[in-house]
């Protein structure tokens, strides 16, 4: 990269103050998701439970050799694990009183919190490419031993929807993670808290249930299925990604740091 | 340059955490900023920096407020609370992280690991550091950006006596190159042979600041301490000066006078001292009295400490 090139050829003396570019921040910020035990283990685990879901269907699939089913099947850890890395991305510091450490050197918090989300949904789509390949592996693999046909569908919308639900899974978590402010706190929230509305409504006012729904719309979106409940799509996003971050942002900058 | 002008700080509730502070910290000086525990300190200090919003006032540093600086480390090397590290991240990674967001090049963190004498442990993580290793690392991340300015919260919590000293050397290189320090502690000894002005703060408000000269020059002991080869003979002629004393637990006299008219009256009586000197330390004893209804009344409910203090 071209940035490497130039630092090398850098003067012994300290360079010119510049504020750090967004980039730079992102770079910082993706780093710091990798660089620790705690982070690499997350990032291993989810790769390596779609490994073992994968490689369970390569040795027992005996019909249904298409990579739509595979890749919904391989996704599952992604969806489930993706939400930790967006809440870890915009609590941990939080938790772990580093945030004093990272607003200090860089005081324009919305400029940080911006870096950290663009680093979880940069590592969580990396994840999910992973996960994309390790599923095509499986599938050829079982095809060949088989010596069967496998059905790639259309490769186009398999692989946008396989994108599409990981990142929403992951930017929900996000604005968990921002609005809670606590890493096992946020986590708890974000797989109970979309079910205990969800049953509240259902229970008191069975036809608004779909309005609440965060999984149902989910799984539209990633079907790319739009038309005809655009109003029971865009409330569960509202509710349980844009709410919680704005209030989070909010807070997040105004709070006092100690 | 540090300017800190009527700051202010309430949590609701109405009681102020720092209450209309104000004092400059001028460049090649060391400011020591002392007071006890939950003086309000490190409200200041972090208000100071950006981290907490001051209800009323304002801090600059070089006439500009800290987060209106383009890369604030660079101008500021700020170390407020040496735990606030990644336990898992390395001491190198903890350093090199915070090189890439102030632009430097990333030797420099190397460079500064070996000058907090870290070398042989920057590829341990920080959580099997001790606390004086992590103050260290944490003067280490202050300095990465070559600023002109340190601030610096009770950098010498957890350092051993050589770690101090080390400390105290740096602080004062620091200032000797031009650098404006600003260091807080609750301890006047630690401070005290390093700084150049004090700014004692106590209930969140300034009770005292000034050159450590003028505070020493202030705060001269009224009581003088003089021992005498034969006790009885030296209470004697004191009284007899008009100089009444109390008699002490080790043999020696405790007069309520200055040094030279004890030194005098005992010339006269041709009695023969083996000791005379000022009772205590000055300068502690004005920490301790400008602080001390904290001490005296660690039990009592806040709220009614202030009344009573106001």
Request: charged share 15%; net charge neutral; with cysteine.
């Amino acid at each position: 990269m071209t940035a490497v090139t130039t630092s090398v050829s850098l003067p012994a003396t300290t360079p010119a103050i510049r504020r750090p570019s967004f980039a730079t921040l992102t770079r910082v910020e993706l780093r710091k998701m990798v660089d620790t035990r705690a982070g690499q283990a997350l990032l291993a685990v989810t790769v390596l439970l779609s490994v073992a879901v994968v490689g369970y269907l390569s040795f027992t699939a005996r019909d249904g050799l298409s990579y739509d089913a595979w890749l919904r099947d391989a996704s599952y850890p992604v969806v489930a694990l993706l939400p930790v890395i967006g809440i870890l991305a915009m609590a941990s510091e939080w938790t772990q009183r580093t945030a004093l450490t990272t607003f200090t050197l860089t005081p324009r918090r919305l400029r940080v919190l911006g870096a950290k989300f663009t680093a979880a949904v940069v590592l969580g789509l990396l994840v999910t490419v992973v996960v994309d390949v390790i599923a095509a592996v499986g599938l050829v693999v079982r095809g060949l031993v088989l010596n069967a046909d496998v059905t790639w569908g259309n490769l186009g919308s398999v692989l946008g929807g396989s994108a599409v639900s990981a990142a929403l899974a992951l930017v929900m978590g996000a604005a968990i993670g921002a609005l809670v402010m606590q890493t096992a706190v946020a986590i708890v929230a974000y797989f109970v808290a979309p079910n205990v509305v969800l049953l509240a409504v259902a229970s008191t006012m069975s036809d608004k249930a779909p309005w609440v729904d965060v999984n149902e719309a989910f799984g539209w979106l990633s079907r790319f299925d739009v038309s005809g409940h655009v109003g029971q799509l865009v409330t569960p996003l509202l509710l349980w990604i844009a709410v919680p971050f704005g209030v989070g942002l909010w807070r997040s900058v105004r709070r006092n740091v100690s | 340059m540090i300017s800190v002008e009527n700051l202010t700080k309430s949590y609701g509730s109405g009681r102020l955490s720092v209450d209309d502070v104000s004092f400059t910290c001028a460049p090649g000086t060391v400011t020591g900023f002392l007071g006890p525990n939950g003086a309000g300190k490190s409200t200041t200090l972090r208000a100071l920096v950006g981290l907490t919003p001051p209800t009323s006032g304002r801090a600059t540093v070089n006439g500009v407020r800290y987060a209106d600086l383009p890369n604030p480390g660079r101008v500021v090397g700020v170390m407020l609370d040496a735990a606030a590290q990644h336990p898992g991240r390395t001491g190198r990674e903890t350093l090199r992280l915070a090189a890439t967001i102030l632009g430097v090049r990333p030797g420099r963190a190397d460079a500064m690991l070996e000058m907090v004498g870290l070398q042989g442990a920057e590829k341990r993580r920080v959580r099997e550091y001790s606390l004086g290793m992590r103050q260290r690392l944490g003067i280490g991340a202050a300095l990465l950006g070559d600023p002109s300015v340190l601030v610096l919260d009770e950098p010498a919590n957890g350092l051993d006596p050589e770690g101090i000293r080390w400390m105290r050397g740096l602080l004062r290189d620091f200032a000797s190159g031009g650098g404006t320090v600003l260091v807080s502690s609750h301890l006047l000894r630690e401070v005290e042979a390093t700084v150049d002005r004090l700014v004692v703060i106590d209930h969140g408000r300034v009770v005292a600041q000034g050159t450590m000269a003028d505070l020493v020059a202030h705060s001269a002991p009224d009581a003088v301490v003089v021992r005498g080869l034969d006790p009885a003979g030296l209470g004697a002629a004191l009284l007899a000066a008009g100089l009444p004393a109390d008699r002490q637990d080790d043999g020696s006299l405790l007069v309520r006078a200055d040094v030279e008219s004890v030194g005098r009256a005992a010339l006269d009586a041709r009695q023969v001292l083996l000791e005379l000197r000022p009772a205590g330390d000055g300068l502690e004893d004005l920490f301790f009295r400008l602080t001390s209804h904290d001490a005296a009344g660690a039990s009592l409910d806040p709220t009614h400490l202030q009344e009573v203090s106001a």
